[in-house]
């Protein structure tokens, strides 16, 4: 019998991807075309998106892509305009409101999911990058569906 805990870190994962889906259609900068312009990016990419959750650690990356620390922190500044760390950070705060608007996660399970060691580190990060916290955000996506609801109700 397949635990809820799996079903949820399934369901979870579903959202992460969904997210990474909208990440490039929305297209925050030029990773598209990044991509097309060198081998080397595209595999730092592949890896930092099948390792999000888990070791994204800058030696961990430049290990599997066979690449030295700086010619990667070099190819992902050059291509996405922001350091490796903050790329990652980026990436995951992205993630981190995907899920916040479509997962009932709370704040500190989803900052748990995404690795960060402490959530203070997350709430700080993520105020910092959304001018509002988790909680907040939270409250704003609740009122503006119970609107939209109330909205559709109106003949």
Known sequence: ??????????????????????????????????????????????????????????????????????????TVKRNVGMTFHKFILHRKLKDAKEMLTYSPASAQEISRTLGFEAYSTFFREFKKAYGMSPQQLFRKISKSRILSFSKSQVC
Do not use: P, W
Request: glycine share 2%; proline share 0%; aromatic share 12%.
């Open 1 to 74: 019998m397949v635990s809820s805990a799996y079903i949820y870190s399934a369901v979870l994962q579903i959202i992460c991807e969904i997210s990474y889906i909208s990440m490039y259609s929305n297209r925050d900068f030029t990773l598209l075309e990044a991509i097309d312009k060198g081998n080397n990016f595209s595999r730092i990419i592949t890896y930092i998106d099948t390792h999000l959750y888990n070791d994204v650690s800058l030696k961990a990356v430049s290990e599997s892509v066979f690449l030295s620390q700086k010619c990667v922190q070099e």
